[in-house]
């Protein structure tokens, strides 16, 4: 097996598993092969060890790895919302203050149709909000629905909002945080 | 789009925990009645429609590099030409117009901090447009592998 950079190939992985020692090298580039998603061939991981230069078990293991680690959160099917019919997507933005924010986030977190919640800095005077939820709903006045339903059970009544509905996608890919554009 | 039962399957059961052995696709095809070469197919045609960007990691992007949500605030006849513009930074993966003054809403990734401001800020002298750079603090939840709710799409 072609393995360029023996002195990567050689230092040891602090992360890795008694399986195995994984060169830094090679997993940089399997990062980066994994960006662009698994090939669509019987053996998918065999064909990443190819281009990486690293054995298939190394492959398996690495990937094992970062799940169990976390850098890997999902892996699987990334679906495209838009395409199969979710095309009321809402980004739901709050003022909260700043003592609640954490609490009313985690409360956020476990609404059922709410895919995503997190919490951004204010940019006074142009931004007020500090607090983001998204709603991927099949059209808008089951989100607007489900919006009420929210500002009912967690008395937001008195809170400042806005309701983003994204019009357009021009761009909706995974992070390519290691290869090129 | 109306997709048939076997690709609703697929989709249930493989957004996430994809096999990690040597034949992935045998043991899907396995656990849906189907043959590897027919789950290789299907998901081959999912992506040539758009229905599934790719197969493959959700890295969390806290521990994969650095990324940050910007808007601009662009005249509304020149949003097309602004998101291309957006769309040529290095590192922008996700680009979508929303109804607001801030109506071009991105997330750009970079490898680290510094390189990511670099690329901003190279962008905005670009654009000459206000920009709104909105870094995360806390993620309360961040998955979109949400169940698929067919019933909703019909």
Redo the contacts between chains.
Sequence with gaps: MNRPFSADYLAPDSAASESGVVSAWGRLRLRQQLEQGLPLTPRPYQALAERTGLCEQEVMNAITQWQEQGLIKRFGLVVKHRTLGYTANAMVVWNIPDEHVQALGKAMADVSFITLCYQRPRRIPDWPYNLFCMIHGTNRKRVLAQLDSLIAEHNLQHIQYSVLFSNKAYRQRGGRYVSHD | ?R?DHTDQQ??NH?????P???????EMSRQLGIS?QEV?ER??S??S?????????????S?????L?AAVAAPKEQMDLV??R??RA???????????T?N????M???DNEILEAHLDELEQELKL?M???????????????D??WG??L
């Design positions: 789009m997709l697929l989709i493989f957004q996430r925990h994809l990690v052995c040597e034949r992935p696709y045998l590897e290789i998901l081959q999912l992506q429609r758009d229905v599934v960007g790719r197969v493959g990691p959700v890295f969390e992007h521990r994969a590099g650095a990324s949500l998101a291309a957006i769309n290095p590192g922008v993966n996700h680009n979508y117009a929303r109804e607001y801030y071009l809403w991105f997330v990734t970079a490898p206000p709104l750079r909105l870094p995360m603090v806390e993620g309360y939840h961040i998955d979109l592998g949400f698929i709710d909703a799409l």
